[in-house]
């Protein structure tokens, strides 16, 4: 310290105390804001493959039953090619829901990096008490 100056008060202390973890604490706040943006996309977009594949196995399942339909009624080739096309699209839209759950299975939702982060702050904070 130079000289000449006073050390400060209590009081000065204490005030700088709550104002810079006033700042802390709306700077964590902030970044858990962030974090959770970004899981909600990540989460959004796989739950969209989910919702695709779902899509893709209900329109392969009525195809499949045209060509049920097709072969109990006609019983020509017809049902053949209808039968193939219902499977092949079962198959893809099985691909996109595994996917799509694999992936919102590897997602964690807790702010991981806001947790680890308010850990020092509290060691901070202590810290400018003594």
Not at 74 to 96: D, K, T
């Amino acid at each position: 310290m130079a000289e000449g100056q006073a050390e400060p008060t209590v009081g000065e202390l204490l005030g700088t105390l709550a104002r810079d973890t006033g700042v802390l604490m709306r700077q964590e706040l902030q970044l858990a804001s962030a974090e959770m943006t970004l899981k909600a996309r990540l989460f959004a977009r796989n739950a969209g493959l989910v919702a695709f594949g779902g899509a893709m196995a209900l329109a392969g399942g009525l195809a499949v039953l045209a060509a049920a339909i097709a072969a109990l009624h006609l019983v020509i080739p017809l049902w053949l090619s209808a039968l193939i096309v219902g499977a092949v699209v079962i198959v893809v839209g099985y691909a996109f829901i595994a996917k799509g759950l694999s992936a919102l299975k590897h997602i964690d939702a807790t702010p991981s990096k806001t947790l680890g982060t308010l850990g020092a702050d509290v060691a901070w904070a202590k810290e400018q008490v003594r």
